[in-house]
């Protein structure tokens, strides 16, 4: 039988995996770590199902030099990890907890022997509870703090992490963290939501200073999680309401980082007396704005929008209820990043599904090829896409969900610590051998 034909990828193209630091690391106050909001927050009963928490996690913390061996069979020529804030500053600022620190030494020193590029992300998400006592990301300190915390890291792997990535997903954190409450940690206000999104896009802009003070080459941006949004018919009420969708979902964050405003109509949206209108103050968007040399794209699915302003699903979902399986939509999110925001270069730092298959993940592979496919067709038509981390490199803690989804390309069987490979993992080891898909 004759193989089936594939579809190229440039050379240069590289293929990659990401996790997060809460989500695999486990070793919760080993050497020193502090709490984070999330270790609060996955404690507080009723927070996560079955009561799960990340105090084990994938036990990355101890077992990373066989997960760094495991990346190498993959044939991964990226990866995308984050740095857990409290692991190194265990109370947010201050004194740098040295052991913490190492662990990311250690970890990029055996990526970098194994030919991996590191892609670290600042903030995951876990911020250091000492500062959430303090109000967090409810002040604008805290975008003062995050930077003096991202200068540690520049000063420490600098130049040895050719990819910095300040913030994961800061919509995440407003809409689940402080609008629906079911992220750590746990408030429900919309109004101090959007409080929080400036001063997380301002912690981007200041860390991006903090790197440009140093005399790293290496690049920097923010990776946000975007999803294409479409009226579900022709009427003038359903474009309405997909543009004011759109502005929530994705121009509220591209706009401030790519063209320096928010949105005209996000702004108008907004009450008289909102907080975040005063929150914004003169010179942020400057700040925010000034340099963004790539941009990480989590691309999960589409987002479909009736003339009423509501939600509706017209593609398939997974076990994630949320996500909405569109392939085209990536085609026609890296297409419109270009349109709008200009040529930066892309990377895509997150894209999977949850699968309940535990090893013949056929599904997985379903996705992830006609992902890939839509990727290729996205870089024809001069889109420049450098890279693709497939989330996540192995099973792990997916927050309020805590282990009953799996989006790992690994199988971890939690009560003994033990990877096997997926079908996908030995169906992507063959794409990364290849830099083909099989279409
Ligand atoms: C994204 C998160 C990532 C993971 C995936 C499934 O929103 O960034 O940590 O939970 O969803």
Not at 213 to 220: D, G, M, V, W
Not at 394 to 410: I, K, P, S
Request: proline letters at 5%; one cysteine or more.
């Amino acid at each position: 039988m004759l193989d089936a034909p594939r579809t190229a990828f440039p050379p240069s193209f590289a293929w990659g995996a990401a996790t997060s630091a809460y989500q695999i690391e486990g070793a919760v106050r080993d050497d020193g770590r502090g709490p984070s909001v999330w270790d609060v927050f996955a404690h507080e009963p009723g927070r996560i199902r079955n009561g799960d928490t990340g105090d084990v996690a994938a036990d990355h913390y101890h077992r990373y030099v066989q997960d760094l061996d495991l990346m190498k069979d993959l044939g991964l020529q990226s990866y995308r990890f984050s740095v857990s804030w409290p692991r190194v500053l265990p109370t947010g600022r201050g004194t740098v907890n040295a052991k913490g620190l190492d662990f990311y030494k250690r970890l990029v020193d055996g990526l970098l022997a194994r030919d991996i590029a590191p892609v670290a992300t600042l903030f995951h998400w876990d911020t250091p509870q000492a500062l959430q006592d303090q109000g967090g990301w409810e002040t604008r300190d805290c975008a003062k703090w995050f930077a003096d915390y991202a200068a540690v890291m520049f000063a420490a792997l600098g130049d040895r992490v050719p990819t910095w990535l300040t913030l994961n997903e800061p919509k995440t954190v407003v809409d689940v963290g402080y609008t629906a409450g079911t992220h750590a940690p746990g408030k429900r206000d919309r109004s101090l939501a959007n409080v929080v999104g400036h001063h997380l896009l301002l912690g981007h802009g200041l860390a991006v200073q903090a790197l440009r003070a140093t005399t790293s080459k290496s690049r920097i941006g923010a990776a946000l999680s975007l999803s294409p949004t479409y009226p579900t018919d022709a009427s003038a009420a359903a474009a309405r309401q997909a543009l004011v969708t759109d502005g929530e979902e994705n121009r509220r964050w591209l706009d401030p980082l790519f063209k320096g405003r928010y949105p005209q109509d996000w702004l108008a949206s907004q009450a008289p007396d909102a907080p975040v209108l005063k929150a914004i103050r003169d010179g942020d968007l400057a700040i925010i704005s000034a340099q963004n040399d790539v941009l990480g794209v989590n691309y999960y699915g589409t987002t479909h929008i009736t003339g009423t302003g509501a939600r509706v699903f017209v593609h398939p979902t997974s076990q994630a209820t949320w996500q909405e399986i569109s392939p085209d939509g990536l085609y026609d999110l890296l297409t419109r990043i270009k349109r709008d925001y200009g040529d930066v270069p892309l990377t895509v730092t997150e894209n999977g599904m949850a699968t309940t298959n535990p090893m013949r993940d056929d599904d997985r592979i379903t996705f992830l090829r006609t992902h890939f496919a839509a990727a290729h067709r996205a870089i024809q038509s001069g889109v420049k896409l450098e890279s693709f981390h497939v989330w996540s490199l192995m099973d792990n803690f997916e927050w309020a969900e805590g282990y009953t989804q799996r989006w790992g390309l690994v199988n971890v069987d939690f009560a003994s610590q033990r990877r096997t490979h997926k079908a996908s993992a030995d169906w992507y080891k063959k794409v990364i051998a290849t830099n083909s898909v099989d279409a």
